[in-house]
């Protein structure tokens, strides 16, 4: 409880223990990266469609006009 004098081990707000390894260090993690990049590395290197990169630029062009609008004073009607 509120009183109790137990150590606060494993609770949320403590630091990382000293010696443990980081993610690159884990050999899990490494598996798993590489099994990653063998499913996925030749699908992400693959050029984006015509059609996505038409409307990725129309909506940039669409912020920018609205962030131009946003600029100039706004007057009330």
């Known amino acids: 409880m509120a ?3 137990k150590p606060r081990r ?3 707000g ?3 223990r000293p010696g443990v390894k980081t993610s690159d260090e884990r050999p899990f993690d490494l598996w ?3 099994q990653l990049h063998a499913m996925y590395d030749e699908i992400a290197s693959e050029p984006l469609p015509t059609d996505l ?3 990725i ?8 006009e609205s962030k131009d609008d946003d600029d100039e004073p706004r007057r009330k009607k």
């Open 14 to 16: 403590e630091t990382a």
């Open 53 to 55: 990169l038409k409307l």
């Open 10 to 12: 494993g609770r949320a």
């Open 57 to 64: 630029d129309r909506d940039a062009a669409d912020s920018a």
């Open 3 to 5: 009183g109790d004098d």
């Open 32 to 34: 798993l990266q590489k």
